[in-house]
């Protein structure tokens, strides 16, 4: 078992950055991040394999959005730049017991409480 807490979110104007982490209790292995916007279902946004050598993002953040992890220190992180205002939302960490990257959110087995993002304009 596995819990992963994130942090980093608050509120900032449009173009700012944010820097999400996710810390877990144990070893992850294939790990996202998905986002949850008021009214609207919870989306993909990136993830990462187990070495967090292989990414992949949605398009809607391609350019803008970087995900990391520390495997030493079982951390991962979502550097968030030119921030938007539909990048509003709870941003969710999540890993899996598989190595692989997956942006089907039900694979992940783990997943974190949230962290509000809110970005104005």
């Known amino acids: 078992q596995v819990q992963l807490v994130e942090s980093g979110g608050g509120l900032v104007q449009a173009g700012d950055s944010l820097r999400l ?3 877990a209790s144990g070893r992850t292995w294939g790990m ?6 008021p009214g609207k279902e919870r989306e993909f946004v990136v993830t990462l394999n187990g070495k967090g050598d292989i990414t992949y993002y949605t398009d809607s953040v391609k350019g803008r959005f970087t995900a990391s992890k520390d495997v030493a220190k079982n951390l991962a992180y979502l550097q968030m730049d030119s921030l938007r205002d539909e990048d509003t939302a709870v941003y969710y960490c999540a890993s899996r017991e598989s190595p692989y990257a997956s942006v089907i ?3 992940y087995e783990y997943w974190g409480q949230g962290t509000q ?3 104005s304009s």
């Open 117 to 119: 993002v809110t970005v």
């Open 21 to 23: 982490s996710c810390a």
């Open 105 to 107: 959110a039900s694979d």
């Open 32 to 37: 996202a991040w998905f986002r949850q916007a």
